[in-house]
């Protein structure tokens, strides 16, 4: 399975909103409503923002959404603040009989 | 409180063998996945393989299937990842993640990550 295309890199100044693209194929991102997405700050394990392409787990706060068009997934922040700063990776099952799962390359939020 | 416990650090030669672990604590143990995460240095994650402690139900990537072996043993909550003949390609983070049943819920808990160098 190739990995999910991300942009390498975004920015936005605080307040602002950006969005982070994720996209796949009909064999992965298209096919499973199955997304996830996790934050990644220097140093530290991932931390997951967005499950089932949309949801929040717990804790997470509001200013985080996902959403998925075709064989595209999307993260928005908004209202950025300075913690967002951090790598994004999304993730999808790539269902088979082997039952594979992909992440996105990630991308680098830097918040300007 | 829920938690993945990693083993610490190693550094290894080429060609040694090496088993990392990982340690639930705070749940049940056999209810969720256990998946391994690499992240090689200055790179992105790559899902390595998942196993499920109940039976040892293990599933690997197809990039990594032959290279690594998932265990998990259920009477101590820990899941393990091995190499039998390590590589200086191997060099890199691990990390381990709960994942539940359904995988809409994607990888809710992640150990803190174990280093690993193999270096001459």
């Known amino acids: 399975q190739s990995a999910l295309t991300q942009p390498a890199s975004v920015s936005g100044s605080p307040g602002q909103s950006i969005t982070i693209s994720c996209t796949g194929t009909s064999s992965d991102v298209g096919s499973y409503n199955l997304v996830s997405w996790y934050q990644q700050h220097p140093g530290k394990a991932p931390k997951l923002m967005i499950y089932?392409?949309?949801k929040r787990p717990s804790g997470v706060s509001n200013r985080f959404s996902g959403s998925k068009s075709g064989n595209t997934a999307s993260l928005t922040i908004s209202g950025l603040q300075a913690e967002d700063e951090a790598d994004y990776y999304c993730?999808?099952?790539?269902?088979?009989?082997?039952?594979?799962?992909?992440f996105g390359g990630g991308t680098k939020l830097t918040v300007l | 409180e829920v938690q993945l416990v990693q083993s610490g650090a190693e550094v290894k030669k080429p060609g040694e063998s090496l088993k990392i672990s990982c340690k639930g604590s705070g749940y049940s143990f056999t209810s969720y996945w256990i998946g391994w995460v690499r992240q090689m240095p200055g790179k992105g994650l790559e899902w390595m393989g998942i196993i499920y402690p109940a039976d040892s139900d293990t599933r690997y990537s197809p990039s990594f299937q032959g290279q690594v072996t998932i265990s998990a043993d259920k009477s101590i909550s820990t899941a393990s990842l091995q190499w039998s003949s390590l590589k200086a390609s191997d060099t890199a983070m691990y990390y381990c993640?709960?994942?539940?049943?359904?995988?809409?819920?994607?990888?809710?808990?992640w150990g803190q990550g174990t280093t690993v160098t193999v270096s001459s």
């Open positions: 089932e392409g949309s």
């Open positions: 993730c999808s099952y790539a269902g088979n009989s082997t039952f594979d799962v992909v």
């Open positions: 993640a709960r994942q539940p049943l359904d995988l809409a819920y994607g990888m809710d808990v």
